[in-house]
């Protein structure tokens, strides 16, 4: 009798973000503070004058905007890569200077990523509580991706209080959504894109879930959900 002549064949399926492109922008640098000359110095934001950026906030025990925003676009780059998806970063660690605001806008813009986000975590009034997200106006820049912008706030609004339990901030915007012209990343984008503050360090208890690891992964998954409804690649994971 000849040998079996079967063979088994491999088929390779295709992660669900494949061939998606996502750019993430960790406000804030961890080393902006020790170089104010720089992160001082004007730019212009697509309406004004600004700074090239700010220190950001902290909790009351010292616990860095920076730090925060930087560990939750790690967990959503690894999460979006395990899924297919392609991150742009803004800067690549905690540990440097910049880069300022207009030039981040720029690297996302350069990349033609289908979707970005900006993370922060607010300096609010300690009464106050949760998360709010910052969408653009229309201007010169950003006019084409205005409206998807907000339809993507609105995603990333469910999906951010459906997996974190954030509740919707008390202090900014009209259900957590704030329209703003003032921002950089925003009046600079030509992809759809949002700015989420993800809590608001300078409360107490905002503060306590900003800084553990746990909220921290529970808002980067979060944010991945909202790339699969904006998108519309099916239901999230």
């Known amino acids: 009798m000849p040998p079996s002549t079967t063979t088994t064949t491999i088929r390779h399926v295709p992660k669900p ?7 993430i922008d960790p406000g804030h640098n961890g080393r902006n503070w020790q170089d104010p000359s720089y992160i001082n110095h004007l ?13 950001g906030t902290a909790t009351d025990s010292g616990y860095t905007e920076a730090r925060f925003n930087w560990n939750v676009a790690v967990a959503v780059r690894h999460d979006l890569e395990a899924l297919g998806a392609r991150v742009v970063l803004t800067r690549t660690s905690n540990t440097g200077v ?80 704030q329209a703003r012209n003032n921002l950089a990343g925003l009046n600079l984008t030509t992809v759809p894109k949002v700015l989420i503050e993800c809590g608001n360090m ?22 991945v959900d909202s790339v699969f409804v904006f998108l519309g ?4 994971r």
């Not at 730019?43 to 220190?55: H, M, W």
């Not at 970005?116 to 006019?143: E, K, M």
């Not at 879930?209 to 529970?218: D, E, H, I, K, N």
Request: glycine share 8%; net charge neutral.
């Open 17 to 23: 973000l494949a061939g998606v492109v996502v750019g």
């Open 43 to 55: 730019i212009f934001n697509g309406a004004e004058q600004e700074t090239c950026d700010t220190t």
């Open 98 to 177: 910049g880069p300022c605001v207009n030039k981040r806008a720029l690297i996302l813009d350069r990349a033609h990523v289908d979707v970005a986000f900006d993370i922060h975590a607010d300096g609010g009034p300690p009464g106050g509580r949760g998360f709010a997200i910052l969408v653009p106006v229309r201007d010169q820049w950003n006019h084409a991706v205005v409206t998807s912008s907000l339809r993507l706030a609105h995603d990333l609004r469910t999906t951010f209080r459906d997996v974190t339990k954030m509740p919707w901030s008390t202090y900014d915007g009209v259900h957590a959504i």
């Open 202 to 223: 300078r409360n107490a208890t905002d503060a306590a879930l900003l800084v553990s690891p746990s909220f921290q992964r529970l808002a980067a998954r979060a944010i």
């Open 233 to 236: 690649r099916g239901a999230p």
